[in-house]
């Protein structure tokens, strides 16, 4: 049975973000590891309409506490976004090249089988090195590659757009299970008040201490309720990773 193409997103409009009268802070809401519990992301819990991307693996999907294809394609159809995160959520810096590309290559090839057209990929565990950015994800096709630190409110508040290294996005630390709300919003009002750029938000579980990295159902609430007030305002955009990036789908292949 042929696959059917579900295309995430457009072409980001960079040029419109350049343009703005004020610096412009983009916020993508990201989901790592395909876990079960973030499918509440099309229930109630958004009800602004914001999109999403979500990092799966595919060696995952129809297991255990994790996403179905099924779940997969109701989110792509709502508007989401679908990236790659590895086959089986291993250190790819830690494996041979031709090791590592297949569990880039084919993940991509896996998701594109159920008809998800996969461009971003993130990390696991943050691990990568410049081998790793341009023999591995490049040359797998995805067009970004997204680490898990960078952005330390310090020196840099935010990643630029486009990015500096769009195989290298630099994030704020993941927010964990003791993560307040008001730390999370604090990610996105320090860009604000430094000249904007890109705010990446990864959360991995939905849930009331199910792990370490979780954030409740309330406590998603209200951090989307809070984005919406400063989207109405003009000064926060929420785009997935895909619609920042930009860029042309490259088939997949492996490998």
């Given at each position: 049975?042929?696959?059917?193409f579900?295309?995430?997103?457009?072409?980001?409009?960079v040029p419109a973000?350049?343009?703005?009268?004020?610096p412009?802070?983009?916020?993508?809401?990201?989901?790592?590891d395909?876990?079960?519990?973030?499918?509440?992301?099309?229930?109630?819990?958004?009800?602004?309409?914001?999109?999403?991307?979500f990092?799966?693996n595919?060696?995952?999907?129809?297991?255990?506490?994790?996403?179905?294809w099924?779940?997969l394609t109701?989110?792509?159809?709502?508007?989401?976004e679908?990236?790659?995160?590895?086959?089986?959520?291993?250190?790819?810096?830690?494996?041979?090249?031709?090791?590592?590309?297949f569990?880039?290559?084919?993940?991509?090839?896996?998701l594109?089988n159920?008809?998800?057209?996969?461009?971003s990929?993130a990390?696991?565990?943050?691990?990568?090195?410049?081998?790793?950015?341009?023999?591995?994800?490049?040359?797998?096709?995805?067009?970004?590659?997204?680490?898990v630190s960078?952005?330390?409110?310090?020196?840099?508040?935010a990643?630029?757009?486009?990015p500096?290294?769009?195989?290298?996005?630099?994030?704020?630390?993941?927010?964990?299970?003791?993560?307040?709300?008001?730390?999370?919003?604090?990610?996105?009002?320090?860009?604000?008040?430094?000249?904007?750029g890109?705010?990446?938000l990864?959360f991995?579980?939905?849930?009331?201490?199910?792990?370490?990295?979780s954030?409740?159902?309330n406590?998603?609430?209200a951090?989307?309720?809070?984005?919406?007030?400063?989207?109405?305002?003009?000064?926060?955009?929420?785009k997935t990773?895909?619609?920042?990036?930009?860029?042309t789908?490259?088939?997949?292949?492996?490998?």
């Open positions: 049975m042929a696959a059917v579900l295309a995430v997103g457009g072409v980001s409009a973000i350049a343009r703005a009268a004020t412009l802070t983009v916020v993508t809401i990201q989901f790592d395909g876990n079960a519990d973030v499918f509440q992301w099309l229930g109630p819990l958004n009800n602004h309409g914001f999109p999403a991307t990092y799966v595919s060696g995952t999907i129809n297991t255990a506490g994790h996403l179905s099924a779940q109701s989110l792509v159809q709502a508007g989401n679908i990236g790659s995160h590895t086959i089986n959520h291993v250190d790819i810096k830690k494996l041979k090249l031709a090791d590592a590309r569990q880039v290559c084919q993940d991509r090839v896996n594109l159920h008809g998800i057209m996969a461009e990929f990390y696991p565990f943050g691990s990568f090195n410049s081998t790793v950015e341009t023999q591995v994800v490049q040359y797998c096709g995805d067009n970004s590659g997204r680490g960078g952005v330390n409110d310090k020196s840099v508040f990643e630029t757009i486009p500096l290294d769009p195989y290298a996005t630099r994030t704020p630390a993941d927010p964990k299970q003791g993560t307040t709300v008001a730390t999370i919003e604090g990610y996105v009002t320090a860009a604000e008040q430094n000249g904007g890109w705010v990446q990864t991995h579980h939905i849930c009331t201490s199910c792990d370490a990295y954030i409740t159902l406590n998603m609430q951090l989307l309720d809070w984005l919406s007030t400063q989207v109405a305002n003009g000064s926060v955009a929420v990773t895909e619609q920042v990036i930009g860029g789908f490259v088939p997949p292949f492996c490998c």
